[in-house]
């Protein structure tokens, strides 16, 4: 077993969540033997380059404690370097966790998990996927729902999630096809317009929306979701269906997988693990195995 780790902590991940967990966390693998370093960044930039340093340090293994936002930024420091990713999940959405089957705001649970993975040398190897230099673990988001994205961050009243929910109806309001020109692997690139196009290496985002349902963090593709044109009173009730996955089943949206995606559109940004990627066009796919997860 690797004793030495570190853990890389969102003090503000979950309205406190993330800075309450690290330590119940810590004291469960300081107990089982390990010797835990606790590292806070100033800002994302600062907790990237900290992350980077203990990596390449040769740290036994980067625990990234917070929620889906801190994991993204820890994927950044670990992808492709062999250094395992143990996950203390302590946010709001907390998908990666979730879909990873590992425990969800607790803390010292999680930080067990960990402690006996490494002692016992558990590792899962799974996919992610790459927008340029950018990796992502679950969902890349695009359209409806990135512009209700896109409206929240803007917004300064009301504070939390709740301005979500409002832009969501401001963006309701306004809701038009977007016009997408797509290409999945090799085929031909094609026009088609749709209400959201989401690229899942994962089937969750945003809290439980089981938006690409049936993906395989394992299985070298991309699960993508299109739903199609609709009108307000369809999307309505396609929405719900999300959190139990049975949104396919509505003629409206349909599934395609690829290991390559290339989205195009005007005016739409894509987020990926619920972080703001940038405009589209963007081209994703997917690394088989690019990542070790203590489970």
Not at 35 to 51: N, P
């Amino acid at each position: 077993m690797t004793s030495d780790i570190t853990l890389l902590v969102n003090p503000t991940s979950g309205r406190g969540r993330g800075a309450r967990a690290a330590a119940p966390a810590a004291d469960a693998m300081r107990a089982a033997g390990l010797t835990v370093r606790t590292v806070v960044g100033a800002d994302a930039a600062d907790a990237l380059e900290r992350a980077h340093k203990a990596v390449d340090g040769g740290t036994g293994a980067l625990v990234a404690v917070g929620g889906d936002g801190m994991v993204s930024l820890a994927l950044q420091a670990v992808a492709g370097t062999g250094t395992p990713l143990g996950i203390v999940a302590a946010g709001t959405g907390n998908d990666f966790a979730r879909v990873s089957g590992l425990p969800v705001r607790e803390p010292a649970a999680a930080g067990t998990t960990i402690a006996e993975a490494l002692r016992d040398g558990r590792t899962r190897s799974l996919d992610l996927g790459r927008i340029g230099e950018r990796w992502f673990g679950t969902v890349l988001a695009s359209g409806f729902d990135s512009r209700v994205n896109d409206r929240g961050n803007r917004m300064r009243w009301p504070k939390g999630r709740f301005r979500y929910d409002v832009a969501m109806l401001a963006e309701l309001a306004a809701l038009r096809p977007i016009r997408y020109r797509v290409q999945f692997d090799d085929a031909p690139e094609r026009e088609l317009d749709a209400t959201l196009i989401a690229v899942g290496n994962g089937s969750s985002y945003g809290g439980g929306m089981r938006m690409c349902a049936d993906a395989e963090m394992d299985d070298g593709l991309f699960d993508i979701c299109v739903v199609g044109p609709c009108s307000r009173r369809t999307l309505l009730r396609v929405f719900p269906l999300v959190y139990s996955g049975s949104h396919p089943r509505h003629p409206v949206v349909t599934v395609h997988r690829a290991a390559r995606v290339r989205l195009a559109a005007e005016n739409v940004t894509g987020y990926a693990d619920g972080e703001r990627v940038g405009p589209l066009p963007l081209d994703a796919r997917t690394v088989p195995g690019a990542l070790r997860l203590l489970v």
